[in-house]
């Protein structure tokens, strides 16, 4: 069992950039792949970004703009957002799993969420 725990989330304006963590405890975190997805309100959650150990992958949305990182030392998994934009505000979640997906169901363990708001 993984048990993931994400932090940072809050209310930003426009432009600026936030940091995202999430430590896992259990497993072996180096062998998984570690997504990102989001969720605002009263849409799908959807795919943001992925990392395994060696590549990420980005949705084209918020390519160029969020970079995804992990410390396996430190069993973290970080996503680092700039230029936010008020279409990125959700409630993100990140995602641990052992396929190289960008699809949620692929993803076996999942944070409580973080709630990101970027105001105009």
């Known amino acids: 069992q993984v048990q993931l725990v994400e932090s940072g989330g809050g209310l930003v304006q426009a432009g600026d950039s936030l940091r995202l963590s999430c430590a896992a405890s259990?497993?072996?975190?180096?062998?998984?792949?570690m997504g990102w997805f989001r969720q605002a309100l009263g849409k799908e959650r959807e795919f943001v970004a992925r990392?395994?150990?060696?590549?990420?992958s980005y949705a084209d949305s918020v390519k160029g703009r969020f970079t995804i990182s992990r410390d396996d030392t430190r069993r973290t998994v970080y996503l680092h957002m700039n230029s936010l934009k008020p279409e990125d505000t959700a409630v993100y979640y990140c995602?641990?799993?052992?396929?190289?997906?960008?699809?949620?169901?692929?993803?076996?363990?999942w944070g409580q969420g973080s709630q990101v708001t970027v105001s105009s």
């Open positions: 990392m395994s150990r060696s590549a990420g």
């Open positions: 259990g497993g072996t975190f180096s062998s998984y792949v």
């Open positions: 995602a641990a799993g052992l396929d190289y997906s960008v699809i949620d169901r692929s993803y076996s363990y």
